[in-house]
């Protein structure tokens, strides 16, 4: 049963278009995360936001932007896909600063 | 800098036990998890550990001590469903989490 929610599941996307991967949970937490994982690699922190109207840069956040208008809604935005963006977006949640992260089923991107 | 060091392959036989390590230097700690994640899917988590000792849950216990900067995932009578990358995290002082690159666990019959 997910409580956190990715869309789409998968996406195939041309170079240079702008795209927005969606993020949901419904546990009213206020920790929520976007992670990049490359097949067999580490997870690399993008942005990560504590709560409504909070937003922070984490490595991998140059290429792109979030918002955090609702508590349950984080969604990320590509301006420009480039390929070097191809691979698995994680996007997670926490009630608190040291609970275990609840992860959605990612979203996988190849930007041909 | 903060590092999390993990074993990047290891392979085991089903039945068997196995003990994945997990060494940290970071600043300052907060606390450790444990996650397990199959090919191709999100990580889920397995455990926590923020005082030393040993931390026990079914087939699987965590390990922590803090002073060493080390910890350990045991995993005991190992099952095909097992084989899984298991990767280890730490809080900092600043409540930011650290992961390590994971440890791919391969289990044969």
């Known amino acids: 049963e997910a409580d956190i929610y990715q869309t789409p599941r998968y996406l195939v996307i041309g170079t240079g278009k702008k795209i927005t991967l969606e993020c949901s949970q419904t546990m009213g937490h206020d920790k929520m995360y976007w992670y990049q994982q490359d097949p067999g690699m580490e997870l690399h922190l993008i942005h990560y936001s504590y709560g409504v109207n909070s937003t922070e840069k984490g490595d991998l956040s140059s290429e792109s932007t979030v918002s955090r208008i609702r508590t349950e809604h984080f969604p990320l935005t590509l301006e420009s896909a480039r390929p070097s963006h191809t691979s698995q977006y994680l996007c997670?949640?926490?009630?608190?600063?040291?609970?275990?992260?609840?992860f959605g089923n990612g979203t996988r991107l190849t930007v041909t | 800098g903060q590092n999390i060091d993990q074993p990047t392959e290891m392979t085991a036989t089903e039945g068997a036990i196995v003990q994945i390590n997990c060494t940290y230097q970071t600043s300052g700690f907060n606390g450790l998890f444990w996650y397990q994640q199959h090919a191709g899917e999100a990580p889920t988590f397995l455990s926590y550990n923020v005082l030393d000792g040993l931390e026990e849950k079914g087939r699987f216990s965590s390990f922590l001590s803090r002073s060493k900067g080390y910890s350990y995932l045991l995993l005991k009578e190992l099952q095909m469903k097992d084989s899984a990358s298991y990767l280890c995290?730490?809080?900092?002082?600043?409540?930011?989490?650290?992961w390590g690159a994971g440890t791919k666990l391969i289990i044969k019959p």
């Open positions: 995290a730490v809080i900092d002082s600043n409540y930011q989490l650290i």
């Open positions: 997670a949640s926490s009630p608190t600063e040291n609970s275990p992260l609840h």
